[in-house]
């Protein structure tokens, strides 16, 4: 495998990301872009960058804070805050990523994208505004948003992975995304982890109320990611 840092810019703000992708083979390949959690670009986020190359892909995990502002829990939120608040802002810092990624030469211009936590929250933002993806991946993300998707402007396909004791998204706000996936027209689908609170997909996150690792959720959450990717890249394979 091999790992390559990139730096790109978001107009005025200076950003890095890391590419992983499988070396040995001439052949191009889908891309997916990793969007990292509120903690910003750490080893959770670039790991899961590896395991995506490991399964065949070119994943570029990007930089949605800036150089400097991970670590810095004061700009950390500062920057969280104001993207949360700012969709456009918010997608025009990820399309910035998709770039970066799009222009890898083994990408065959086949995309797609997931994210923890924050990222969750980011990629169905792109999808909510008609972003040209094949499909997104929430895990643990906020599913509420200030701009839902008007009919038949999500082009990708959605997967949402929830923890069903997690706080920070509880049923209310899951109820009120099946009702606007369902209004959109998306092509959309929903796992719910039993047992599983916020963050149940990061190794050594934050250690918050209500924010725990579940081993279990988040091995059946990496199965199913799997195969969602294989059923937007791989569709004849997965009619076999």
């Known amino acids: 495998m091999k790992t390559e840092y990139a730096k790109y810019h978001d107009g005025a703000v200076d950003l890095t990301g890391m590419f992983a992708w499988e070396e040995g083979t001439e052949t191009t390949r889908p891309g997916i872009l990793v969007v990292h959690a509120g903690t910003g670009l750490d080893d959770h986020a670039k790991n899961r960058a590896k395991r995506l190359a490991e399964w065949g892909y070119v994943a570029f995990a990007c930089d949605m804070y800036g150089d400097g502002v991970a670590g810095d829990r004061d700009r950390v939120l500062s920057v969280l805050n104001e993207l949360r608040h700012d969709p456009p802002n918010l997608c025009r810092r990820v399309s910035a990523g998709l770039?970066?990624?799009?222009?890898?030469?083994?990408?065959?211009?086949?995309?797609?994208?997931?994210?923890?936590?924050?990222?969750?929250?980011?990629?169905?933002?792109?999808?909510?505004?008609?972003?040209?993806?094949?499909?997104?991946?929430?895990?643990?993300?906020?599913?509420?948003?200030?701009?839902?998707?008007?009919?038949?402007?999500?082009?990708?396909?959605?997967?949402?992975?929830?923890?069903?004791?997690?706080?920070?998204?509880?049923?209310?706000?899951?109820?009120?995304?099946?009702?606007?996936?369902?209004?959109?027209?998306?092509?959309?689908?929903?796992?719910?982890?039993?047992?599983?609170?916020?963050?149940?997909?990061?190794?050594?996150?934050?250690k918050l109320p209500g924010v725990e690792y579940h081993a279990l959720a988040d091995f059946r959450s990496s199965q199913l990611i799997h195969d969602f990717f294989r059923e937007l890249f791989s569709p004849s394979e997965c009619a076999a």
């Open 99 to 206: 770039d970066v990624l799009r222009s890898h030469p083994c990408v065959d211009g086949r995309i797609a994208a997931i994210g923890y936590c924050f990222g969750g929250f980011t990629v169905l933002e792109l999808a909510r505004g008609g972003a040209n993806l094949a499909g997104v991946v929430s895990v643990h993300g906020t599913l509420s948003t200030s701009k839902p998707a008007p009919r038949d402007q999500i082009k990708a396909k959605i997967l949402a992975c929830c923890g069903a004791l997690d706080p920070h998204v509880p049923m209310t706000q899951v109820s009120a995304f099946i009702d606007e996936m369902n209004e959109s027209g998306a092509d959309w689908q929903m796992a719910i982890y039993g047992g599983a609170k916020h963050g149940f997909a990061h190794e050594n996150g934050p």
